[in-house]
Antibody, heavy 123, light 110 residues
Framework: EVQLVESGGGLIQPGGSLRLACVAS????????MNWVRQAPGRGLEWVAY????????HYADSVKGRFTISKDNAKNALHLQMNSLRVEDTAVYYC????????????????WGQGTLVTVSS | QSVLTQPPSVSEAPRQRVTISCSGS????????VNWYQQLPGKAPKLLIY???LLASGVSVRFSGSKSGTSASLAISGLQSEDGADYYC???????????FGGGTRLTVL
């Protein structure tokens, strides 16, 4: 059974840093590309970042470019999101999401989601 | 403003059929697969439809997807109270180099 478990969320002041983690089980994360997607309270889904299976390709939403860094640790079946220079508008539940396998899959082909971790940026 | 456009809400009576539209452009829906997700209150999104019209494992056959040009649709037949949720479409955008989502549609089963 595929499972994605996020951790690392919490309350942080504006300008601070936070590092999110997502541990995968039920599949080998090294074989899959991954995304981070967030959802602000009462709002819709917003894509944050993508990393390819080999970590050779990364893409970021304009709203986080230069502040957030996505990375994978395939040896630990883990995905990370380093978030720096946090802003109030970064407050959201952050979901780790797996991209469907297969050569035809694009970064938008998400098949599994974690339960999310809440990040609150406030003074 | 979301890159993919969905109606904010739809409502229909039990046992009826409802469709949710998702409008995009040639750089996203027109070129890449559309996926549909259901999000129940307080829960993570769940995949319903992938590659435009394929039913995800374990999902009821009452759900179906279709695509034509730069628009896609999700249909739910035989509505049940437990179908009340938020529904999102998503696709990769080749020009933006971004995963784009619709703004979400809240379905109310009357």
């Amino acid at each position: 059974e595929v499972q994605l478990v996020e951790s690392g969320g919490g309350l942080i002041q504006p300008g601070g840093s936070l590092r999110l983690a997502c541990v995968a089980s039920g599949f080998t994360s090294g074989s899959y590309s991954m995304n981070w997607v967030r959802q602000a309270p009462g709002r819709g889904l917003e894509w944050v970042a993508y990393i390819s299976s080999s970590s050779g390709i990364m893409h970021y939403a304009d709203s986080v470019k230069g502040r957030f860094t996505i990375s994978k640790d395939n040896a630990k079946n883990a995905l990370h999101l380093q978030m720096n220079s946090l802003r109030v508008e970064d407050t959201a539940v952050y979901y780790c999401a797996r991209v469907r396998g297969g050569i035809a899959a694009t970064p938008g082909d998400i098949d599994y989601w974690g339960q999310g971790t809440l990040v609150t940026v406030s003074s | 403003q979301s890159v993919l456009t969905q109606p904010p809400s739809v409502s229909e009576a039990p046992r009826q059929r409802v469709t949710i539209s998702c409008s995009g452009s040639s750089s996203n829906i027109g070129r890449n697969a559309v996926n549909w997700y259901q999000q129940l209150p307080g829960k993570a999104p769940k995949l319903l439809i992938y590659y435009d019209d394929l039913l995800a494992s374990g999902v009821s056959v009452r759900f179906s997807g279709s695509k034509s040009g730069t628009s896609a649709s999700l249909a739910i037949s035989g509505l049940q109270s437990e179908d009340g949720a938020d529904y999102y479409c998503a696709a990769w955008d080749d020009s933006l180099k971004a995963v784009v989502f619709g703004g979400g549609t809240r379905l109310t089963v009357l």
